[in-house]
């Protein structure tokens, strides 16, 4: 995980210099960078860090299926959607970038996307893949 941590603070230090501002969430055991300069919109975890181009990380969005057309969601929160990369980032440490990228990058299709989207919108299911997720996860079914 510290070499993602590393490369999420480097970016929030970029942009505090150019007006972001830094909080320490608890809630998602990362530390906020809101009103990041945008390079897209919306927010990108790395590590225990979340670089945010908007005000404030309490807001609702879209889940990708639903971006996507492939189904009609109800919208999810933000903080719950990026604190699940931050448990994905905890689980793989530096596998996760390679293993992100590897599955399809920004995409409907991505199951950490999909993980992080059920997270969001149930509360569970953070990690990405099936077939261990009732281990890694602690439920028993």
């Known amino acids: 995980m510290a070499p993602n941590t ?3 603070l480097l970016a929030g230090g970029l942009g505090l210099v150019m007006g972001a501002r830094a909080q320490w969430r608890p809630a998602e055991l990362a530390l906020v ?3 990041m300069p945008p390079v897209a919109s919306g927010a990108l975890t790395l590590g225990n860090v979340i670089l945010h181009t908007g005000e404030h990380l309490d807001v609702a969005c879209t889940t990708y299926a639903h971006r996507a ?3 009609v969601e109800p919208c999810v929160s933000l903080a719950d959607h990026e ?3 931050v448990y994905q980032y905890m689980a793989l440490g530096p596998l996760f970038l ?3 990228l590897l599955c399809g990058g920004v995409s409907v299709h991505n199951p950490f996307e999909r993980a992080a989207d059920r997270y969001a919108r149930d509360g ?3 990690w990405p893949f099936a077939w261990a997720r009732d281990t890694i996860e602690g439920h028993e079914r």
């Open 124 to 126: 569970a299911g953070w």
């Open 33 to 35: 960078f809101a009103r």
């Open 6 to 8: 590393l490369l999420g």
């Open 83 to 85: 604190r699940a990369h």
């Open 69 to 71: 057309g492939r189904a």
């Open 98 to 100: 390679p293993l992100y």
